[in-house]
């Protein structure tokens, strides 16, 4: 069997140390030398060798794509300044994850070598043994976007970053195990978007220090973070929070409904995500979303879908429904302002749908009455269909008309609009009634009146 002596192996270590020491320049090089990357001549056709400029370093100007994908190639040095400068005069976004960068002087040295840098990615570098010293940070000036997953960068960098980045637009911090917010003694009103998802945020007092720092945010991601609550008052959340309009609460720890109506008081607010949160677990999905959508009044989208007006009426009838037999002291504030609304609503009936729920019911249209079992898990859509031969009229020509033999004098018929919605929904019971009307269509206007 063959054996290495000691000057192979040591040879060996110093080889392998050497291939682990790639740098910036060598990685381009590699990547879009001609025999690999052939050369084309034009605009937008990749790779193009221009002459070079006056005291140009280099005999020919390589003119890279702007956008530079780089990611997961053992780059732990940038290499040459010259040539940085020389191959990246046109680079406009530049991924860098996945390396071993763990120098933010390196890091400044590609960064100010790229006058037309506006996104950045160094996700998964090991950055968390320096930071970025402030000489070095003017480099980040037109950096618009910055991605910084997983480096475990400190907030001193961060705040080194974002005090020389006029133009910083969206910041990514995700899973870099911050527990705390460190506040910054300078705000970044520029920023729009940060995510921040993936930490270990547990006090909304971190969160207060973001709204500090970053007053121009309209995006702002904190899901998988552990917080237990929304602890704020109107003023403050204004004051801090000017320009939200969408915030992401996914597998959070809120557990309590004021908590989901303090977002409400985020005075542009119009798109949350909260799923997979404690104090929604024990409903059923439609359940979640209906109650969810009736306590935010203003948001348009929830949990990326949006929100329609009528599914946001039969949301808040739902809540109505749902919290009405709850004890005076335990009902939501929103309850009282949606019974304002809508007026007192009974419970909802209990209906196994795993059995075919059914309820008998009497439908009229005109001088007649029918006596009907309506299984409850069909939709309004699916009804009407059953109904077309028995009331003469086709789907698209008749209006039914919910109405509850308890409740009809206090709140009246309930025109059943949507298609969709399942009749269980509206509390359907035995001895209520539906009105088969036809659709008459105004001479102005073909729209529902």
Known sequence: MYQTSDEEEVNMDQTSDEEEERTFVQVISEKYISENFPLCRGPGKGVVVLPSPPGSPTKEHLHLPSVLVLNDCG?????NRSE???YCA???ELDLSYNQLKDWGEVGTIVSNTPRLNFLNLSMNPLSGCDLEPRLAHAFSRVRHLVLIKTRVSWDTVHTVTQ?????EELFLCLNDYDSVMESPVPCPSLRLLQITDNQLQDWAEVRKLGAMYPGLEVLGLANNSLQSVEETQDTLQRLFPN???IN???SGLGKWEDIERLNLFPKLQEVKAQGIPLLQAYRKKERRSLVVAQLSSVTMLNGSVVSDGEREDAERFFIRHFCECPEEELPERYHVLVSKYGELPPLAEVDLSCGGSAMVDVRWGDTVEVLSLRLEQTVGELKKRLKTLVQLPVGGMRLFYMDRVMCSVVG???MRY???ALHSYGIQDGDEIHVVPRVKNRCSSSES
């Not at 020389?164 to 910083?168: K, T, Y």
């Open 244 to 246: 939200l309009r969408s």
């Open 164 to 168: 020389n980045s006029p133009e910083l």
């Open 249 to 251: 609460l996914n597998s």
């Open 84 to 86: 940085v400068a020389s």
């Open 419 to 421: 298609g969709c919605r």
């Open 413 to 415: 018929p309930q025109e």
């Open 90 to 92: 046109h680079v406009v």
């Open 75 to 79: 780059i732990s040095k940038a290499g």
